[in-house]
């Protein structure tokens, strides 16, 4: 049974940084495209950075430059850097885990931007 398992949220001011985490569990974690998507209330939930299993990176148009995705296959571990934090990156944080046809979900860490 695939489960992943987030950190690393929190309060932060405007212009700090966090770094959340995502521990996959239950398979190979190299195996897996690794997704980090955002809800922020009343909005549908976004897709904010993209890793493959090669470590090609992709991110959302709102958080190019100042957000990095990153993963450490030795620890099952996908992270997300987020610096320059704006108000509106105010949201629950999921990841997700991707392999085939097959979509795992974590239960989401909220991130609050204070301005």
């Known amino acids: 049974q695939v489960q992943l398992m987030e950190s690393g949220g929190g309060l932060v001011e405007a212009g700090g940084s966090l770094r959340l985490s995502c521990v996959l569990s239950?398979?190979?974690?190299?195996?897996?495209?690794m997704d980090w998507y955002r809800q922020a209330p009343g909005k549908h939930r976004e897709l904010v950075a993209t890793?493959?299993?090669?470590?090609?990176?992709n991110y959302a148009g709102s958080v190019k430059g100042r957000f990095a995705i990153s993963r450490d296959n030795a620890k099952n571990t996908v992270y997300l850097q987020m610096n320059s934090l704006k108000p509106e990156d105010t949201a629950v944080y999921y990841c997700?885990?991707?392999?085939?046809?097959?979509?795992?979900w974590g239960q989401g860490t909220q991130v609050t931007v204070s301005s």
């Open positions: 997700k885990a991707v392999y085939f046809n097959h979509d795992y």
């Open positions: 239950g398979s190979t974690f190299s195996d897996h495209v």
């Open positions: 890793i493959t299993t090669r470590g090609i990176t």
